[in-house]
């Protein structure tokens, strides 16, 4: 199945899923503070940027909206991966924790998808975007 990664408004063809990446943190530039060492260990990641999150955002959660219905992307939506060096950065990063989702494909006509975050026990939508299915 084909997918397209959704940074803003778009057009796909009908059958397309959405990946949404909606939260990322890396070791570009040398890791910061609580890192994990090991990316591999999904609690950790997890943790660790649902601290950075709340710490310097308030989010409390990351979620989703499509067409008004709201999914919490709760620590299982969020995954660390090692990857080949990341050249924004000296040193490179060689590791990237990210709270992300693929959506289905959607049915063919306009579609809204926000993304935001639980903020004092209230969904906020941060960004949001037109998707066009046809």
Do not use: C, W
Request: no cysteine; proline share 10%; aromatic share 10%.
């Amino acid at each position: 199945m084909p997918f397209h990664v959704l940074v803003g408004d778009a057009t796909v063809k009908p059958g397309t899923a959405l990946y949404l990446p909606v939260f990322f943190a890396d070791d570009s530039g040398g890791a910061p503070p609580g890192f994990p060492a090991n990316v591999n260990n999904q609690a950790a990641d997890a943790a660790f940027l649902s601290d950075i999150a709340l710490l310097f955002f308030g989010v409390e959660d990351f979620l989703i909206q499509v067409d008004g219905r709201t999914t919490v992307l709760d620590e299982g939506y969020i995954s660390g991966t090692p990857t080949p060096p990341l050249l924004d950065g000296a040193p490179p990063g060689t590791n990237y924790i990210v709270s992300a989702a693929f959506l289905t494909p959607l049915t063919p006509g306009k579609h809204t998808i926000g993304i935001g975050g639980i903020i004092g026990g209230q969904a906020v939508v941060f960004i949001s975007m037109t998707v066009t299915v046809k």
